[in-house]
């Protein structure tokens, strides 16, 4: 009920953000209402800063391969799909060399923007150095909506079905 000049309190505060409102960084308003040391009533008017965030979550799986028969050479078409709660920005995919395989195109492809419960699909023209089976090495790189650094990477078995040309 009091504070004399210099003395502080700590004034805790629940907060709930709605489940439609956009991440980003907000700034509330706060509203001081007190009566000074001579009985006038005052009001101080200030803001907060208020962070709001989601992470993003993407997982990355072989949506088709369409290597051919006889020179083992075509395309591998990666799915990414965002399923967090968070948008990613600045997303970029990478195909990371290996043994089992050459890559023939870029082995870097700029995505741009993916929010969250959407996908977007990457290909890579790759010449298998073996048939059938091979670990494919990828590497995302994103940032979050307060622009916040992420990365992964991922091995995964890629069972190569070879179409006759």
Same mark, same amino acid.
């Given at each position: ?7 502080? @309190? ?5 907060? #709930? ?9 907000? @700034?509330?308003? #706060? ?35 369409? #290597?051919? %028969? ?8 990666? @799915?990414? #799909? ?6 990613a920005k600045f997303l ?46 990828? %590497? ?9 650094? $992420? ?5 995964? @078995?890629?069972?190569?079905?070879? $179409?006759?040309?």
């Amino acid at each position: 009920p009091r504070l004399d000049s210099e003395e502080s @309190k700590e004034i805790n505060f629940n907060i #709930i953000i709605l489940p439609n409102t956009a991440e980003g960084v907000y @700034k509330p308003g #706060i509203i001081a209402d007190y009566v000074n040391h001579i009985g006038e009533e005052r009001q101080d008017i200030g803001e907060l800063g208020l962070a709001v965030k989601a992470n993003p979550a993407i997982f990355t799986k072989v949506d088709s391969t369409e #290597i051919y %028969k006889g020179n083992n050479l075509g395309a591998v078409t990666i @799915k990414l #799909i965002n399923n967090g709660l968070g948008d990613a920005k600045f997303l970029t995919t990478e195909l990371l060399e290996s043994k089992d395989y050459e890559i023939i195109s870029s082995d870097t492809v700029y995505i741009g923007d993916l929010d969250s419960d959407d996908f977007e699909s990457v290909d890579f023209r790759i010449n298998l150095n073996k048939e059938k089976t091979t670990d494919l090495l990828l %590497k995302i790189n994103y940032k979050d909506s307060l622009n916040g650094d $992420f990365s992964n990477s991922t091995n995964f @078995k890629a069972v190569m079905q070879l $179409f006759l040309k």
